[in-house]
């Protein structure tokens, strides 16, 4: 029951947010509810409104990632001598599934100065390409934080 009641609620946001309350947009936002639940489901995991709440707080920790690396990548181009301290990072994957591995790398390459490489065969590192940071444990540490927050939604 539940379950519909977030279709429905997503059908009406797509809907306002369009600014037409057709049954066209209806159905598109309809699509759209059922895709985010077929996401976020999975056997045996917390209940719906649980992992919303962390597929929520992934996107905001992701926004805000995603300010301060753009601040620091909009500082080293604008100072007249930068200091750039590119590093390949080897970042030792929790994440199992295909889907995870790959919003992961998604994520981390959209964000200014990181740049996902691939995996290893076993798919328990990954490999990214990273500039900014003098430490490359401080980078390890911004893609693990965000693959913690993957593995609250899509465990």
């Known amino acids: 029951m539940g379950e519909v009641v ?46 919303l709440w962390r597929v929520g707080r992934f996107l905001v920790a992701f926004l805000a990632e995603l300010l301060v690396a753009g601040v620091m990548i909009a500082l080293l181009a604008i100072r007249p001598r930068p200091r750039f301290h590119p590093h390949v990072i080897a970042v030792p994957l929790r994440l199992e599934s295909n889907a995870a591995i790959s919003l992961l790398s998604a994520t981390i390459t959209l964000l200014p100065g990181t740049v996902a490489m691939g995996t290893s065969d076993d798919r328990r590192t990954l490999y990214a390409h990273a500039i900014g940071e003098a430490d490359p444990d401080r980078s390890r540490a911004s893609v693990i934080r965000i693959e913690t927050l993957i593995l609250g939604f899509m465990r």
Do not use: C, D, K, Q
């Not at 947010?17 to 045996?44: C, D, H, I, K, P």
């Open 6 to 51: 977030v279709v429905v609620a997503v059908a009406l946001l797509w809907a306002f947010l369009y600014g037409e309350l057709t049954s066209f947009n209806l159905l598109v936002g309809a699509l759209l509810g059922m895709l985010m639940l077929v996401a976020v489901r999975r056997e045996g995991s917390s209940s719906l409104p649980t992992r």
